[in-house]
């Protein structure tokens, strides 16, 4: 998956926990997101990043936070899991420009009981 | 406007038929309209895009049909295969606003019957 790894694969996690979704790539692509895909809604955007300690909100990021200290690490935070944010989360790099041929990992299978 | 309106949800066809996906869309600023093909337990990987100033692009058995006026665009899969059992996502970029964000449909699961 294009050099990029996400960790956990799955975790189960409890209702108001925190929960910390970590993306690596080793492609030195500037550009990295994260997704969340859940049945009925495809693919819907939650941060993205241009850059080290550069990051902006995507369409989904109530209740989501997002560091990104080196180019090759994005981490996805949640602050204090809900049962609406049992999902896949889907991490994704791109090179050329933003939003244009994104490499997806191959994702993290999050439950929140 | 935001909405990529992909149909159907889901798709059976016989192998070595026509898979057709189509996609719909309002926001006339959109210029750039990937597919991306996913397998279960993978994540999404594109497979082709198209930007509006060709109606049409081929690469090898899949091709994208687009029709600008109508706000429409379509994937072909001719000479369907098992391997192109999938879920089939289209998706578009939006220059409105400041995040140029994809905007993806809800996505086609096709099963290719042998």
């Known amino acids: 998956d294009a050099g990029i790894t996400q960790s956990p694969r799955h975790k189960v996690t409890e209702t108001g926990t925190p929960v910390t979704l970590r993306c690596h790539q080793t492609?030195?692509?500037?550009?990295m997101y994260w997704y969340r895909q859940d049945p009925g809604h495809g693919l819907r955007l939650i941060h993205y990043?241009?850059?080290?300690?550069?990051?902006d909100k995507g369409e989904v990021s109530d209740g989501y936070s997002v560091s990104r200290s080196k180019t090759e690490d994005f981490l996805l935070t949640l602050e204090s899991a809900t049962s609406s944010q049992t999902s896949v989360y889907f991490c994704a790099i791109s090179e050329r420009g933003l939003n244009e041929k994104l490499f997806f990992g191959s994702g993290t299978q999050l439950s929140v009981l | 406007q935001q909405q990529v309106k992909q149909s159907p949800q889901s798709l059976i066809v016989q192998k070595g038929g026509i898979s057709i996906i189509n996609c719909a869309y309002e926001?006339?600023?959109?210029?750039?309209f990937p597919w991306y093909q996913q397998f279960p337990g993978k994540g999404p990987a594109l497979l082709i895009a198209?930007?509006?100033?060709?109606s049409e692009k081929k690469e090898g058995r899949f091709t994208i049909s687009f029709n600008k006026s109508a706000k429409q665009f379509s994937l072909h899969i001719m000479d369907s295969q098992p391997g192109d059992s999938a879920t089939y996502f289209c998706a578009a970029k939006n220059y409105g606003g400041s995040q140029g964000n994809l905007i993806f449909g809800k996505g086609t699961k096709l099963s290719v019957k042998p």
């Open positions: 990043s241009y850059g080290v300690k550069d990051t």
């Open positions: 926001n006339t600023a959109f210029d750039y």
């Open positions: 492609e030195n692509h500037r550009y």
């Open positions: 198209i930007r509006p100033d060709v």
